[in-house]
């Protein structure tokens, strides 16, 4: 087995349990019937994300893209529907799911009918998805700044910012094999982000438990 093969599958097994960590906060809401302080935005913007990857993917004939991207657009799918069937606001969930589909509906205008197929295709949805996977990554950086004023990680999961490290380094490094930038640069991010983590967890953990959590996902 070369390197890109062994990075290939280190990719594949990091990113879908990574994706799996969602079947935690669909347990509790089968369990309390209820899908109360569970964040539902993750949930539809990762699915979003993963439809776009994969439509890179088919484009680049990637077929770890492909492999990864289908499986965590079916798992996001089913949290979408668990979170609206125990939902109490479903008009909310309406609301912001529409959004997504009319972003998703003009996405694939513009990309699946407007552009012509080419290289300049490629890298524009290439550029599209980089920036809304970057987008993914930094906006939790809002909660870790909460973490280090109020001094508690019960908020993050120390397992899920295991995977996220693992993730992120296996598809930056596949990136930089295949000389493919837009999945290099954006896994950058998660690199960071999970080693200020790290951090946290060693500065706090002494004062608080940690309880898992679910946070966005990338590629």
């Known amino acids: 087995m070369d390197f890109l093969q062994f990075l290939s599958w280190a990719c594949i097994v990091f990113t879908i349990l990574m994706f799996s960590s969602g079947l935690t906060d669909l347990k509790k809401m089968r369990e309390a019937r209820s899908s109360d302080n569970i964040q539902f935005l993750p949930f ?127 598809w930056t490094l596949y990136g930089l094999q295949l000389q493919d930038y837009y999945i290099m640069v954006p896994n950058t991010p998660g690199i960071i982000t999970s080693l200020v983590r790290f951090l946290l967890f060693w500065t706090f953990s002494t004062t608080s438990s940690v309880k898992p959590s679910y946070k966005l996902l990338p590629l």
């Open 44 to 170: 539809l913007t990762t699915l979003l994300n993963n439809l776009g990857w994969l439509y890179y993917g088919v484009l680049k004939k990637d077929g770890t893209l492909i492999i990864v991207n289908s499986i965590g657009a079916v798992l996001q799918a089913l949290y979408v529907l668990t979170y609206y069937h125990y939902s109490s606001g479903k008009w909310r969930v309406c609301r912001q799911t529409l959004a997504a589909g009319l972003l998703l509906a003009a996405g694939w205008l513009y990309f699946g009918v407007v552009l012509a197929q080419g290289e300049q295709k490629l890298a524009r949805l290439g550029l599209a998805c980089s920036i809304f996977t970057v987008t993914m990554y930094v906006s939790p950086l809002i909660d870790l700044l909460e973490i280090m004023r109020s001094g508690s990680v019960e908020r993050l999961s120390f397992p899920l910012t295991v995977a996220t490290f693992l993730t992120s380094s296996s």
